[in-house]
């Protein structure tokens, strides 16, 4: 038997019809209405586009950053975007400035959330970071690379379910922590991140047995041009391994935490958003769920 490290699925890099945002978009759709939703790490790239995303679909938002100016600009950008594409009313935006690895900021945080909306539905883990990919371990500061990448990328995730899980269960909610494909490969001066993210992958598994009422994904968000990559990759490599849009991974989060139940049995896994889901679902979901694959395990044969 071939083990697989990924899906063998179509691979998507950019919206496609299982996972379209449009009937989320349009006025007449209730979906989203009402819906609280906490983004952290919603600046830029992968978290902005996700909050841009939920703004659109009339989501009530609230989104962290570190600094406020960083937020005070991604606001701008959700609710410009929102009014022109929408053509509704300007969406409601809460900004919160806060470091995602200092826990007492983020108990605050969702504190604020939840005082000033009364409940809490969906929450993204998104903030993360990365060291450069371009030697040993060992040559690295240990304190200022490699832990500092386990502090946010694990830490932050970690500071944010251990304070949101318990609101998310009032409302039988949904949690996703942005993970990445590296967790599942061996690539030379990447250790950092992908310890984090086999970490993360590891977390939401107990996320899900803890809080079972709670649906919680790691999510791959596909390989994209973002800061964090560039300052990981060199540049030849960012160029030509980034070819994903920041739309798939915002769409693909609004599909899973739609509400409709129908993704709810990948609650616990790691999922690619370059998987197409619809096919996942229909060639793997039995095997999935029979076998309990997408997991992280030790197998012998």
Known sequence: M?????????????????????PYFSNTSRVFHGKVVLVVGASK?????????Y?????????????????????????????RET??????????????????AMKEVVQKVVEKYGRLDIVIANAGTSSPWDKPFVESDPDEDWWKT???????????????LLHLEKTRGYF?????????????????????????????????????T?????????????????????KSDWESMTVDTLQLPAATVLRLTDGSGRFDWLSGKFVSANWDLEEV??????????????????IVE
């Not at 179509?10 to 379209?20: C, E, G, K, L, Q």
């Not at 709670?214 to 060199?234: C, D, N, R, Y």
């Not at 979901?285 to 997991?295: Q, R």
């Open 150 to 164: 386990l502090e946010v990328n694990l830490r932050g995730t970690y500071n944010v379910a251990h304070y949101s």
């Open 176 to 212: 996703v922590a942005v993970s990445s494909l590296a967790a599942q490969a061996n690539k030379s001066f990447a250790s950092s991140y992908a310890v984090s993210k086999t970490a993360v992958n590891r977390f939401i598994e107990y996320a899900c047995i803890e809080h079972p």
């Open 87 to 104: 053509k509704s009313a300007k969406p409601e935006v809460f900004t919160l400035s806060a470091d995602v690895t200092e826990s007492k």
């Open 2 to 22: 071939t083990r697989q490290t990924n899906l063998p699925v179509t691979a998507r890099h950019d919206v496609y019809p299982a996972i379209s945002p449009e």
């Open 281 to 298: 679902e229909q060639k793997w979901k039995a095997k999935i769920i029979n076998d309990g694959l997408l997991v992280t395990r030790f």
């Open 214 to 234: 709670v649906k919680s994904f790691a999510l791959h968000p596909g390989s994209i041009q973002t800061e964090m990559a560039l300052s990981a990759l060199s």
């Open 45 to 53: 790239g992968i978290g902005l586009a996700i909050s841009s995303f």
């Open 55 to 83: 703004a659109r679909s009339g989501a009530k938002l609230a989104i962290v950053s570190r600094t406020q100016e960083a937020l005070d600009a991604a606001k701008s950008h959700i609710v410009d975007e929102a009014t």
